[in-house]
């Protein structure tokens, strides 16, 4: 718990998707113009002049996720590598220690092998296709104390390795995620666009997880790493997407989750692909991967 209230609330706001200038940003509490929400880096904590929120990284993700407390740790814990790695910059760009170096993990992926522990989360829990968990490379791989962990690569879409995410298959574990150094886990499943023929939709999911069920239930997808995180880049590769000629006839569309950031995301995405359709979940479905879950026949 001291770990996550420790984690640098400007890289917990960043994460969030506020933009940090010299200890400011705009307050998302309130209808704000001009930078009101203040941070102090002593403290740990953010201050809005004029409505008054305020706290510390706990509360900054309770408040703007609309989260539990226990949600907002989860969240926090989640997200503590990635906000560490991101935010303090450890290295300058293009040094060695900052690039991700896929050569050192391509080999894992040229021969996937699924543990039990894999296999279980994948088709038991997930119900996936195995053609799915085969086009998406999917492997495992147990550290030294034992604890397995199911490996996912990025690719770009020229089909380099360029990051990897490695999420941990103990239930309740914390960190739930880690990603080896330089990773680049930005839209996941790029490759799948050269598959795209005119008329055909693409869905767009948020996290991996959510993607392979889509691949699952037989559509076309990729993913955002998650909701209110969009970085630059990504942003450019949608911009792009939604603007190349080749895209005219892609039809862009979305099962938001059943909760604030999925509206958000959803939104945010609209405004970069006007054309995103959206397909409403049930009531009760939190996800598409839950949907799909209770849709899908295994055989
Ligand atoms: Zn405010």
Request: proline residues 8%; contains cysteine.
């Amino acid at each position: 718990m001291q770990k996550l209230r420790d984690l640098p609330i400007e890289g917990v706001a960043e994460r969030l998707g506020l933009q940090v200038r010299m200890h400011k940003s705009l307050c998302p509490f309130h209808d704000d113009s001009h930078p009101s929400l203040s941070f102090s880096v002593r403290r740990n904590t953010f201050r809005c002049f004029v409505c008054g929120a305020s706290g510390g990284t706990i509360d900054l993700v309770m408040r703007f996720l609309n989260k539990s407390f226990l949600d907002a740790c989860r969240w926090l814990a989640d997200e503590h590598n990635i906000i560490l790695d991101v935010w303090q910059p450890k290295c300058t760009k293009g040094s060695p220690l900052c690039t991700f170096d896929a050569s050192r993990y391509e080999r894992f992926f040229e021969r996937p092998w699924l543990n039990d522990e894999a296999r279980r989360f994948l088709f038991d829990e997930r119900r996936l296709d195995p053609r799915v968990v085969r086009w998406c490379r999917l492997t495992s791989w147990k550290d030294k104390q034992g604890v397995p962990w199911l490996q996912t690569p990025y690719y770009d879409r020229e089909g380099r390795l360029v990051g990897i995410q490695n999420r941990n298959l103990v239930k309740g574990a914390q960190p739930r995620f880690r990603f080896p150094q330089g990773s680049q886990c930005g839209i996941y499943n790029l490759p799948v666009l050269n598959l795209l023929r005119p008329g055909d939709e693409l869905y767009i999911a948020e996290g991996c997880s959510d993607c392979w069920s889509l691949l699952s239930a037989g559509h076309k997808a990729i993913a955002i790493p998650s909701a209110t995180l969009l970085k630059k880049k990504d942003i450019e590769q949608l911009k792009h997407l939604g603007d190349s000629p080749r895209s005219l006839s892609i039809n862009f569309e979305m099962f938001p989750d059943n909760d604030l950031p999925g509206e958000r995301l959803f939104l945010q995405l609209k405004e970069l692909l006007p054309n995103l359709h959206r397909h409403p979940l049930p009531p009760g479905c939190k996800d598409f991967s839950d949907y799909y879950l209770q849709t899908e026949r295994p055989p």
